[in-house]
């Protein structure tokens, strides 16, 4: 495999003084998380996606959900006080976060966009998360996403 590619998100964990691990994997077109888990031999419960979505006005945002689990776009809205939340088309996505669907990470977006996380990865030993670009995955502590991401813990995985 290459070397693994200087990203926004690269960047921007390493401003904020986080320790990471680099992760390339043979991406495949709608392989999703399963692809990933399987290329780096762990768990899909700790591959994290990033999710583009928009609220009811209109208004973009991030939700971070394990590989394994789905977003209760219901759950969200009402924890976030919208009417409804529903996913972004894939060219809308795109201009919003900066990232190609499939490299989308919730670091270094082109937009401050907020972020909502599933409050149950914060106890993961360790997750992996896009680092913004496909085939490109970063390892870290919750802890260091904590540090290096601001985001608002919610419960809404199904």
């Known amino acids: 495999m290459s070397k ?5 998100a690269t ?7 986080v320790l990471y691990t ?15 888990a399987r290329e780096l031999g762990v768990d899909e419960h700790a591959i ?11 208004a973009p945002l991030i939700i971070l959900m394990h590989g394994d689990r789905e977003v209760s776009t219901k759950a969200l809205a009402r924890q976030i006080g919208a009417k409804s939340v529903i996913p972004c088309k894939p ?9 190609q669907v ?3 990470s919730p670091f270094g977006t082109r937009a401050a966009l907020p972020v909502y996380a599933e409050a149950s990865i914060l ?12 085939g490109f995955l970063v390892g870290l502590e919750p802890g260091d996403l904590e540090k290096a ?8 995985a199904i």
Do not use: C, W
Request: charged fraction near 20%.
């Open 4 to 8: 693994a590619p200087s990203t926004n």
């Open 102 to 104: 499939g490299g989308t």
């Open 91 to 99: 060219e809308v996505a795109n201009r919003h976060s900066g990232y």
């Open 11 to 17: 960047r921007l964990l390493r401003q904020a003084g």
């Open 149 to 156: 991401l601001q985001f608002t813990a919610v419960t809404v």
């Open 123 to 134: 106890g993961l030993p360790r997750l992996f998360i896009n680092g913004g670009s496909r």
């Open 48 to 58: 994290i996606k990033t999710l583009v979505m928009e609220d009811d006005r209109g």
């Open 22 to 36: 680099e992760h390339l994997y043979r991406y495949e077109e709608h392989g999703g998380t399963a692809v990933s």
